[in-house]
T-cell receptor, first 113, second 114 residues
Framework: DTEVTQTPKHLVMGMTNKKSLKCEQH?????MYWYKQKAKKPPELMFV???????INESVPSRFSPECPNSSLLNLHLHALQPEDSALYLC????????????FGPGTRLLVL | DAKTTQPPSMDCAEGRAANLPCNHS???????VYWYRQIHSQGPQYIIH???NNETNEMASLIITEDRKSSTLILPHATLRDTAVYYCIVRVAGYGGSQGNLIFGKGTKLSVKP
């Protein structure tokens, strides 16, 4: 089983709202990732967690705040987003060390009005 | 930046083999070749990876040239459901750090036609 789940599937939010994206995996993976994908572009890495600690932040603005409450769960807290933040947000996980094969969830499609 | 070059698009007839090329002329000795695909509006799906030997699984075959500067992903009997963007990525595997990151290029849009 290589399933990564993400909720919600779709999200519409205003620029003053606070919302959270959720990602879950039950494969025993210890590395988890957030990617952002704009329309007709490839995915771009945002954050990497390894053993529940943030190991990579690709210079992401502070209006995106990741959280890894436990080894199975990864959240992305959103606050004061801009319309240009509208994108598909993808979560992935990998077993053990960062750099192992990553398995992706279906994504959350976010629209910021 | 992505370390690979792929054709932007390809067509394939349903039932025929789809051969997707990838050029990675600057690949290092400890870098693997990974292939993912992304069907429209879904998350990327892992297909296969290899270091220097050819690899085969239930989805595809990966042929890597002896000098490792290029590779070909083969879908032996393409179906309409294989229509997707295919990404070829080189990366260091089993390494904690930015060298292990997946850096997606533009990929090849494969259209399988009836």
């Amino acid at each position: 089983d290589t399933e990564v789940t993400q909720t919600p599937k779709h999200l519409v939010m205003g620029m003053t709202n606070k919302k959270s994206l959720k990602c879950e995996q039950h494969m025993g993976h210890r590395a988890m990732y957030w990617y952002k994908q704009k329309a007709k572009k490839p995915p771009e890495l945002m954050f990497v967690y390894s053993y529940e600690k943030l190991s990579i932040n690709e210079s992401v603005p502070s209006r995106f705040s990741p959280e890894c409450p436990n080894s199975s769960l990864l959240n992305l807290h959103l606050h004061a987003l801009q319309p240009e933040d509208s994108a598909l947000y993808l979560c992935a996980s990998s077993q053990g060390l960062v750099g192992e094969t990553q398995y992706f969830g279906p994504g959350t499609r976010l629209l910021v009005l | 930046d992505a370390k690979t070059t792929q054709p932007p698009s390809m067509d394939c007839a349903e039932g025929r083999a789809a051969n997707l090329p990838c050029n990675h002329s600057t690949i290092s000795g400890n870098e693997y070749v990974y292939w993912y695909r992304q069907i429209h509006s879904q998350g990327p799906q892992y297909i296969i990876h290899g270091l220097k030997n050819n690899e085969t699984n239930e989805m595809a075959s990966l042929i890597i040239t002896e000098d490792r500067k290029s590779s070909t992903l083969i879908l032996p009997h393409a179906t309409l459901r294989d229509t997707a963007v295919y990404y070829c990525i080189v990366r260091v595997a089993g390494y904690g750090g930015s060298q292990g990151n997946l850096i997606f290029g533009k990929g090849t849009k494969l259209s399988v036609k009836p």
